[in-house]
T-cell receptor, first 112, second 114 residues
Framework: TQLLEQSPQFLSIQEGENLTVYCNSSSVFSSLQWYRQEPGEGPVLLVTVVTGGEVKKLKRLTFQFGDARKDSSLHITAAQPGDTGLYLCAGTFGGNTGKLIFGQGTTLQVKP | DTGVSQDPRHKITKRGQNVTFRCDPISEHNRLYWYRQTLGQGPEFLTYFQNEAQLEKSRLLSDRFSAERPKGSFSTLEIQRTEQGDSAMYLC????????????FGPGTRLLVL
């Protein structure tokens, strides 16, 4: 059974600060996605990583995929109140199924 | 709007009643997934379809739950004899498998069982 551990679960910071969210698995990911979810809405895809060691940037967000493809991180530079939300990592673990296994999420609050 | 749509967005029901949710995927997406999300947790996989075939079901999907995708387009998720523990957000996602699969989520249906 694949499990994803996300940390921290909650993060409350001031506008302008940097932060990092971590996602770890006991199994090797086939692919890993990061989503952002706002209250009452479905998750919105931020990025997909598939190659070990891969780094992707999306404006102030930097995503890293571990060399062994068992961990990932999301780093936000100079956080803004608009970054507030639930950040979810989700992975696939091979086979023909695309079902996603999600972490429990990181709730981020950025105070102005 | 060509995204995934779900109906209804909110449903309040009494324990023991049956409820049905609908999901309309992105046109031409051949895979459709159902997930359930409780407060403060990440979504949990329930089941998925490739075209009209239901290919996998989670152990979370008890006998009271049934999902269909009769023509390979929209899907329905029915919960019979609802229980308070069924209260959750039910999310639908669709995808098309090309080189890489990306799932696009709908806004969800929030179910409250009283």
């Amino acid at each position: 059974t694949q499990l994803l551990e996300q940390s921290p679960q909650f993060l409350s910071i001031q506008e302008g600060e940097n932060l990092t969210v971590y996602c770890n698995s006991s199994s090797v990911f086939s692919s890993l996605q990061w989503y952002r979810q706002e209250p009452g809405e479905g998750p919105v895809l931020l990025v997909t990583v598939v190659t070990g060691g891969e780094v992707k940037k999306l404006k102030r967000l930097t995503f890293q995929f571990g060399d062994a493809r068992k961990d990932s991180s999301l780093h936000i530079t100079a956080a803004q109140p608009g970054d507030t939300g639930l950040y979810l990592c989700a992975g696939t673990f091979g086979g023909n199924t695309g079902k996603l296994i999600f972490g429990q999420g990181t709730t981020l609050q950025v105070k102005p | 709007d060509t995204g995934v749509s779900q109906d209804p967005r909110h449903k309040i029901t009494k324990r023991g009643q049956n409820v049905t949710f609908r999901c309309d995927p992105i046109s031409e997406h051949n895979r459709l997934y159902w997930y359930r999300q409780t407060l403060g947790q990440g979504p949990e996989f329930l089941t998925y379809f490739q075209n009209e075939a239901q290919l996998e079901k989670s152990r979370l999907l008890s006998d009271r739950f049934s999902a269909e995708r009769p023509k390979g387009s929209f899907s329905t998720l029915e919960i019979q004899r609802t229980e308070q523990g069924d209260s959750a957000m039910y999310l639908c996602a669709s995808s098309i498998v090309v080189v890489q699969e990306t799932q696009y989520f709908g806004p969800g249906t929030r179910l409250l069982v009283l």
